[in-house]
């Protein structure tokens, strides 16, 4: 129960602990690429947005973020020449179908932890769209 009245001089002079920025830090066992993902996403949104129970999800996102980054790196480096080859490019697709799956992975994730776009934006803080009259309200001049 909150104490009634003023506040004394004695407890607003002690430091709360409100003021500790407290994130949810990476697991020992991810890769230092993988930690560096989960900083960035963490320290993307405010310090209690992310809690224990997130872990398991964040985690599954930094390894499938650091594996299609790893992908795209080797499409990136893929020789045009190498398509003239049947087994370059059978390396080709299955790099594409790769990069395809993971991103797909990660898509489902950050839908899962409502970190994408569209789940950020708040419809009462969205830009009001005004309208304007319907084709047939028009009056012809």
Request: with cysteine.
């Amino acid at each position: 129960m909150a104490v009634r009245g003023k506040k004394s001089v004695a407890s607003l002079s002690v430091a709360s602990p409100a003021g500790i920025d407290s994130r949810l830090a990476p697991p020992f066992h991810l890769t230092p690429a993988q930690k560096a993902e989960w900083v960035s996403v963490v320290n993307a949104r405010p310090a209690d947005w992310f809690g224990p129970e997130h872990g398991a999800m964040l985690t599954q996102y930094c390894r499938h973020k650091v594996q299609s980054d790893l992908i795209a790196q080797q499409l990136e480096e893929f020789d045009p020449d190498w398509l003239v080859d049947d087994d370059g490019l059978k390396r080709f697709d299955k790099l594409g179908a790769m990069l395809e799956r993971e991103t797909r992975a990660i898509n489902a994730l950050l839908r899962s932890m409502r970190l994408t776009q569209q789940s950020l934006v708040r419809a009462d803080k969205a830009v009001p769209t005004t309208k304007g009259r319907k084709p047939w309200q028009v009056e012809n001049a």
